[in-house]
Structures are given as structure tokens and as C-alpha cells.
């Protein structure tokens, strides 16, 4: 599992991250890998930022440039595999603001494009927004299902808070997979009818590696403080049971760059 790349012109380091993980799914040879979204930020197409300084050289182009390099990292090193894995990919909100972008402002259409993002081209799957809220991806054989973020009931807000993935467990009611907001959170609960049920939040792939003085490479100036409470690494399922269970591994992106520097140690 893939937590939000947030791949962006302003943290080239976040290939490094492309790369470390497309290393990860060629050792392990994956039957499915699936990135939870936000693998585009489109800040050129923030309205937030719109006429502020925050905004001043950003441009669409850059945002797709860098969007395409990282899944092509991604893919160069993932497809020495030994078995090509199923790949799926759920569109987040920083993502959406494509669709945004063209239903605000018809001139926009043709000129602006997801087919700019090459999805077609690195995903076997794609699973685009359904109105206002990410669609929900239901992964084969696996009674797990997965979007960028689940709904709290009738309300379009994203479930979120302490206890999310007892949350995910309590609304959704099968085991299920989110990301969105760039923590980590696992709860495993059991159902009426005597099925246990995961529910897991999984946190986010954007760079760990810091300069001198300690700062993120890859910081979040929206998020500020907050930059220091998401967890950074991939979720590696096995064991699946057809029916929601799993067993579950954890590993940092700090964790995967000792795995595949000069002298490279193998998965266990």
C-alpha cells in the first residue's frame, strides 16, 4: 500500500522515494500494489493559493512533468519484478483538482487533461472521484476494499480524528483502506456474525530526508507543525484470507532506504 506520494515540482527528493519503493515490489514480486491517491498535488491548481505569493511559479505543466517522472521512477524499477503485479490507483482530492479546475472553467477543456498524467500508461486500474467524494475501490479476491478517504455516513468530510480506523471499522463494516490524511492508524475489530474486519490508515510516502539544520526536504508549508506527525512508509500486506484478514507489515522509508543502499538486505 501506497500511501499520498504528493509528487511536486518544489521536492524533487520525493523520487528518491519512487524509486525506493519500485525496488521494494521488484524484491517481493506483490500479486496487487495500490497507491491510495494524491500521487498528484496540482498546486498550480490550488485555489487556495490563487493570487497569492504562495502561487508565483507554479504552472500546470510542471505539476504533470513531475507527476509522470515519479510514476515512471516508480515503474522502471518495480517492473524487474519476477511476477507483474496488479497495479490500482485511487484519486485523491489534491488530484481532483483537475476535474475542479474544468468544471469551473469550460475554456479550460482540451487544454488541460488527465490523459496528461499518463494513468493508462502505469496503472491497470484507476479508480476516479464518484460526484464529490473519491470512489471506492473493492480489490479482487481480497474482501478488502480501498479509497483515498471513506465518508462519515450522509456528510462528504473525510473520516478523520483519534480513532479513525475504529471509525472505518464501525461506518464501512468490512476490512478497509484509506490514506488521505498522512497519519497511521490499524484497528482490527470483529463483526456480529463472528468476522473480524481491519480497518487501516496508511499514512503517507512523502520524503523523510532532511537538510543540515534538520528541516524536511519535502515541508508543507500549509501544514506546518503538522509536517512532523505523519508517517512516512509503506504498508505491506500478506497472508490475505479472502475475507478481510490479513497479517501486517510497516516499513518507514527510512527502514526501506537501509534496505536497498550499498549493500542491500533482503524482505523477511
Request: glycine share 8%.
Amino acid at each position: 500500500m501506497i500511501g499520498d506520494p504528493h509528487s511536486e515540482p518544489e521536492h524533487q527528493v520525493n523520487l528518491e522515494v519512487a524509486e525506493l519503493i519500485g525496488k521494494f515490489v521488484a524484491q517481493v514480486s506483490p500479486s496487487q500494489v495500490l497507491c491510495l491517491g494524491d500521487l498528484t498535488t496540482f498546486n498550480s491548481l490550488s485555489a487556495y493559493d490563487k493570487g497569492k505569493h504562495a502561487a508565483v511559479g507554479r504552472t500546470y505543466g510542471k505539476d504533470v512533468a513531475m507527476s509522470v517522472a515519479w510514476q515512471d521512477r516508480f515503474r522502471h524499477f518495480a517492473d524487474k519484478s519476477r511476477a507483474r503485479p496488479t497495479y490500482y490507483l485511487t484519486e485523491g482530492n489534491h488530484t481532483h483538482r483537475l476535474h475542479v479546475a474544468l468544471d469551473s472553467d469550460a475554456s479550460l477543456i482540451g487544454a488541460l487533461s488527465y490523459a496528461d498524467l499518463q494513468h493508462d500508461k502505469y496503472w491497470d486500474q484507476v479508480c476516479y472521484y464518484s460526484g464529490n467524494t473519491p470512489g471506492v475501490l473493492t480489490l479482487p479476491g481480497t474482501g478488502i476494499i480501498a479509497s483515498h478517504f471513506f465518508t462519515q455516513g450522509n456528510y462528504l468530510r473525510a473520516v478523520s480524528g483519534l480513532h479513525c480506523a475504529s471509525t472505518m471499522n464501525r461506518l464501512n463494516m468490512v476490512s478497509s483502506i484509506q490514506a488521505h490524511s498522512h497519519l497511521y492508524d490499524h484497528k482490527i475489530a470483529r463483526r456480529a456474525d463472528g468476522q473480524f474486519i481491519q480497518a487501516l490508515v496508511a499514512g503517507c510516502t512523502i520524503s523523510d530526508k532532511r537538510d543540515r539544520d534538520g528541516k524536511l526536504f519535502a515541508y508543507h508549508n500549509w501544514a506546518g507543525a503538522a509536517n512532523e506527525n505523519w508517517w512516512r512508509g509503506i504498508c505491506y500486506l500478506t497472508n490475505l484470507d479472502g475475507a478481510g484478514g490479513y497479517d501486517l507489515a510497516t516499513i518507514r522509508l527510512a527502514s526501506l532506504r537501509k534496505m536497498f543502499c550499498s549493500h542491500p538486505r533482503p524482505w523477511r
